[in-house]
């Protein structure tokens, strides 16, 4: 019988090596990317990299649609879980650009320095502050200060209007090194902050996540795709360590 031993150990490896290599948890190509290196964390055809907030797999109401990552609230009456779309891997100093497309009235947001803690943190705005993404024409929420297209919501308006109305492209670029952190909204620079010292402490005090004591003291995190529910679009998702 020792003789059958040595084939059903390598088949059972060869299984549990196939089984890491089809797992969403797999190094993306950012894990071992040098500094200053773009490389995409959306592959254009699948969720690869990509999970639902606080769960150990799966795209929920998320699906790929013409190379863009989609949420679409229809798949949520099939049955399907709605839940923030978060990366795998966190990031500390990084550059992040992306497109994003809002359907009429639609809310969405980029949000970033998430700790995917779901026991401590039910919520990735818990902990990430958000860039947010809005039809400013069509949705309430553009009615209240810093909470338009573009702003570091709830912390820090625009500086200037940029966003496009709802159903075109948007280009989007988060910046953040060592503290700073730059918003742009194509290609204009809209916010600038900097964050964890004692005005940011300010800045949160005076919001709506002031009774949040995880929110924005995370120096790196995950980057997440928020469902609000509304259909929203995001694609060409690129980013490099700074």
Not at 50 to 68: L, P, Q, R, T
Not at 173 to 191: A, F, M, P, Q, R
Request: proline share 5%.
């Amino acid at each position: 019988m020792k003789r059958f031993i040595l084939p059903v150990l390598t088949a059972a490896v060869l299984l549990i090596c196939q089984s890491f290599k089809n797992s969403s948890f797999m190094k993306s190509p950012a894990s071992d990317a040098r500094p200053g290196t773009w490389v995409p964390l959306f592959d254009g055809k699948t969720t690869s990299g990509w999970h639902s907030y606080g769960k150990m797999s799966g795209a929920g109401a998320w699906k790929v649609d013409e190379g863009a990552l989609h949420l679409d609230p229809a798949l949520k009456k099939e049955g399907a879980e709605g839940g923030d779309l978060v990366t795998d891997e966190e990031f500390d100093n990084f550059d992040l650009k992306l497109e994003w497309k809002i359907a009429a009235k639609g809310n969405s947001g980029i949000i970033f320095y998430v700790n995917e803690d779901p026991e401590k943190y039910p919520q990735t705005y818990n902990t990430g502050p958000e860039m947010q993404v809005l039809d400013n024409n069509g949705h309430p929420d553009a009615k209240i200060h810093k909470h338009r297209a573009g702003d570091l919501y709830d912390l820090v308006p625009c500086s200037k209007e940029t966003v496009k109305p709802a159903g075109e492209w948007n280009s989007a670029e988060i910046v953040s090194k060592n503290g700073k952190l730059d918003l742009y909204l194509n290609g204009t620079k809209v916010v600038s902050t900097t964050l964890w010292d004692d005005n940011w402490k300010k800045l949160v005090a005076g919001s709506k996540f002031a009774s949040m004591p995880g929110f924005g003291t995370f120096k790196s995190g995950k980057i997440a795709l928020q469902d609000h529910g509304d259909e929203v679009w995001y694609r060409n998702i690129m980013i490099r360590k700074l």
